[in-house]
């Protein structure tokens, strides 16, 4: 069974910095697209950032310039420095990837159980 699995959430003061982690476990054929996306309380899930096999990020406005997506292929990992964080940053932070599980089968999505970003003095 393939499954997602994140670390590195926390309480930071704003202004502050955080690493998440996203791994990969399970048997599979290859990862197209990775991601992270977030829930802030009490509202909807939302695009944070992508990343594909080759290293093509992209990001959500509210994020540009402060957050960095990253991804290490042969470990199947994929990362998300966070920088000058804001109290609008807190959320739920899940992992998406977009997995072949067998050569010739189609894609899945799967999703991360989440890690809690709290941004407060």
């Known amino acids: 069974q393939v499954q997602l699995v994140e670390s590195g959430g926390g309480l930071v003061q704003p202004g502050g910095s955080l690493r998440l982690s996203c791994s990969v476990s399970?048997?599979?054929?290859?990862?197209?697209?990775m991601g992270w996306y977030r829930q802030p309380p009490g509202k909807e899930r939302e695009l944070v950032a992508t990343?594909?096999?080759?290293?093509?990020?992209n990001y959500a406005d509210s994020v540009t310039g402060r957050f960095t997506i990253s991804r290490d292929n042969a470990k199947k990992m994929v990362y998300l420095q966070m920088n000058s964080l804001k109290p609008e940053d807190t959320a739920v932070y899940y992992c998406?990837?977009?997995?072949?599980?067998?050569?010739?089968?189609?894609?899945?999505?799967?999703w991360g159980q989440g890690t809690l970003v709290t941004v407060s003095s």
């Open positions: 399970g048997i599979i054929f290859s990862i197209n697209v």
């Open positions: 998406n990837a977009d997995v072949v599980r067998r050569w010739g089968t189609p894609s899945v999505e799967i």
């Open positions: 990343i594909t096999s080759r290293g093509s990020a």
